[in-house]
């Protein structure tokens, strides 16, 4: 079982890890995950992994045919019964890899609703699709998507996200009401994610008269950083706002702070935001695809207009001076992580799925 993944340390990256783990304590199943390098893909996390047993190996980033090229010899050498090609647009280079290799069975895991498809990169996964075994979609909204991009229904599944519960045993234990009134942004700094609407309702709220702090973890690109800092210090707010970069213990950040919010753009299923909801966070997000299926609006979370700094300040307030709201919102939060979003439930379906695949 072959994963092939960014070397970005998303969310797709996290997904194929975790099911190269849950792989790997099985006699009948060997796995290996393949990362396509880039340039802010750090050798030390490569090394993490490496240091946990989990064989890992990786392909350039630099071209798209060499990236192919190294992951056909790869294959050559692993002989994979199945490679699983997760997201945009390593999905198009492992599956070519795939059939240069002659793999038996080809998996295409897609992991955001709003992909960069060209004409001829829709085409060309058309085409790709006709020769692929399953297509994952990672909700039922990026499922959707799947299906209005024109990929077969016969082959298009969806199989949602789920995240490591164990890590956030202690949640029901950090009291709402202990935690800092703090807001926390667990998410890389690139075009999708919008954190400079969260800067401007930051700025709104200092208007009104409060001034909690706002703490970004993560790393990503520096030109999307650099703006947020600019951005912060335009408005008045750089005193108000954490830049954490890559935080080693996101369960415990969250448990100390009262609020999760996911400013975005699009999403596929975040596992961030379930990360917060596990943490017994007041959560509050954007109303995008992937998003709003896993918020019950006003029951384990809010949900707010997309890009609308007036309306997340709002929601933001409405948390911030209703504490008991806060504590309710998450403690449903929590209840519905543990039962809809642990990573045991997302290993089954995936291993039923590539079961019947080899089988077939």
Not at 4 to 11: D, L, N, R
Not at 135 to 141: H, K, L
Not at 170 to 184: C, L, P
Not at 297 to 308: A, C, F, I, M, P
Request: charged share 20%; proline share 4%.
């Amino acid at each position: 079982m072959l994963h092939f993944v960014t070397g970005g340390f998303s969310g797709a990256t996290q997904v194929a890890i975790d099911l190269v783990k849950a792989a790997m304590p099985g006699p009948d199943v060997q796995p290996l995950l393949v990362l396509r390098r880039k340039r802010q893909t750090p050798s030390s996390r490569i090394n993490e992994l490496r240091a946990q047993g989990i064989p890992v190996e990786t392909v350039t980033g630099l071209a798209h045919a060499l990236t192919i090229w190294q992951l056909k010899r790869i294959c050559d050498r692993f002989k994979p019964d199945v490679l699983v090609a997760h997201g945009f647009s390593e999905h198009l280079m492992g599956r070519y890899a795939g059939l240069l290799a002659q793999v038996p069975a080809l998996v295409h895991i897609e992991h955001n609703s709003r992909e960069r498809y060209t004409r001829w990169r829709l085409a060309q996964a058309r085409w790709l699709a006709k020769r692929t075994a399953q297509i994952v979609g990672v909700s039922e909204g990026v499922k959707t998507r799947l299906l209005e991009l024109g990929f077969p229904a016969s082959k298009v599944i969806g199989i949602p996200n789920g995240i490591d519960l164990g890590r956030f045993q202690q949640s029901g234990e950090q009291a709402y009401g202990q935690r800092a009134a703090n807001i926390v942004m667990c998410a890389r700094f690139s075009a999708q994610k919008d954190h400079a609407t969260a800067i401007r309702a930051l700025a709104l709220l200092k208007d009104a008269g409060h001034t909690p702090k706002l703490v970004f973890a993560g790393g990503g690109k520096h030109r999307y950083l650099n703006k947020t800092r600019q951005l912060a210090q335009t408005l008045g707010v750089a005193e108000q706002v954490v830049f954490m970069g890559l935080c080693s213990d996101v369960p415990a950040l969250l448990m100390r702070n009262q609020i999760f919010l996911l400013s975005t753009r699009y999403e596929g299923m975040p596992l961030a935001l379930i990360e917060g909801m596990a943490a017994g966070c007041a959560v509050i997000a954007s109303d995008v695809i992937g998003v709003k299926e896993v918020i019950d609006h006003n029951r384990t979370g809010l949900l707010v207009k997309e890009q609308d700094p007036a309306d997340l300040a709002q929601a933001l307030l409405q948390v911030l001076m209703h504490p008991e709201l806060g504590c309710a919102l998450g403690q449903a939060a929590r209840e519905a992580a543990v039962s809809r979003h642990g990573v045991e439930l997302m290993r089954q379906r995936y291993e039923q799925l590539f079961t019947s695949l080899v089988k077939t």
